[in-house]
Structures are given as C-alpha cells and as structure tokens.
C-alpha cells in the first residue's frame, strides 16, 4: 500500500473519519468540552475549527497527513480529533498526534481503540517501520499515556514550538518501530477487550469485548 490514507478505520466503539467540512459542527461541539492547555493550535471557536479542517484537507492532498474525525459508534456523536502527521512515504514513517476527545470520554475505550486502529492501519496495511509521538513536556498526563502505549522515549526536542502563553515548548518524543508492534498489539486488545460494548446512547465501560476492528478504504 503506497499511500496511508485516506481512509476509514472502525473499531467496536469508534469510526476514524477523514476530516471534512461536514464533521465542522460536531468537532465545534465537541471541541467546547475539552482541555486545551497543551496544545499548540487550540480549537476554541467555529473559525478554528473551520481554519483546522481546511489545513488538514489541504495537509492531505499533499501526501503530509491525514487528520480524522473520531465517531461514536453507539450513538453518532463526534467526540473529538486524531491526525497521522509528518508521513514519510518514501521511508515509512510518520507521526500520531493532535489527538484530543471531549472530556465525557477520558479514561474510557476511546483512546486505546483510536490509538490501536491507526496503529494496526500504519503497521499492518502500510508497511510502518516508525511511528512517532510527542507531547509538551509538561505534560506528565500525556507522557504516561504514551508510554502505556508501551513506546519507548527517544528524548527531548528544545524550543520546539511556542505555547499558547508565548513560552517556548519542549517535546518529549517517543517512538514505537516495527519489531515492537506485537507487543504493543496485545497490549492495546487487552485494553480494550476490558471495556464492555457501551449502550447507544452511553460511552463504552467495562466489561466484556466483542469483534476487533475494521479498515474500509475510500
């Protein structure tokens, strides 16, 4: 597979869609619950969220990345955004990030399902040998996160982007390769075969898993 996306991935909770100007209102929605101290690019009012759709089509059709909007299954909803960044085709690498969910669904299947889908799609479809994430390096919660994931940390990036307060930004960089995915894989079911179905109109809690998930090109 020469190109990583576009593309739909879905899983027992959640649809990664290809972001487009009809998702602009649910991530709107979606984007007023959230916390938005780390980020770079806060999406705080309709005209980000209408700048962020642009630029990710745009980011697209270049080949540079691929941002999604993340639906729930059960009742439609969008819950919030992920993107796969800095693709590399010719070297078969790239990045997660610019990940962010409404609060209602921290610490719940979300994530790992988001997280495991693109993951699954970047090693098992396109033929990853890298993926890359990085978070603030003040942000502890997110460093956790990530290592969870089971990546390992590479090391820091200085002054690698400037905050919302003006104040230049270290990132902290982690990676998971090729070799690693197994493991990282088992890991991410367990996660979230601990999760139940989730009612259609409730968000997944725990309790037993059903079908893995799926790819659907478009």
Known sequence: MESLGPCILEGKFVRLEPLRREHAPGIHEAAKSTDWEWFLGPLRTRKDVDRRV????????????????????GDGRILGSTSYMTVVSTHKRAEIGSTWYSKDVWGTA??????????????????????????????????????????KFEGTLRNHGIRQDGS????????????????????????????????????????RGSDGPKRSPI
């Open 54 to 73: 642009a630029d990710g089509i745009a980011a697209e059709r270049r080949g540079e990345a691929y941002a999604f909007a993340v639906r729930m299954l």
């Open 110 to 151: 979300v994530n790992p399902e988001c997280k495991f889908l693109l993951l699954r799609h970047a090693f098992e479809e396109w033929g990853a040998v890298r993926i890359q994430l990085g978070t603030d390096s003040r942000n502890v919660h997110s460093q956790g996160a990530i290592l969870k994931l089971g990546a």
């Open 168 to 207: 230049a930004r270290d990132t902290k960089l982690y990676s998971i390769v090729d070799v690693e995915w197994p493991e990282v894989k088992a890991n991410l079911l367990s996660r979230i075969q601990s999760f139940g179905r989730g009612l259609p109109e409730s968000i997944p809690k725990r309790g």
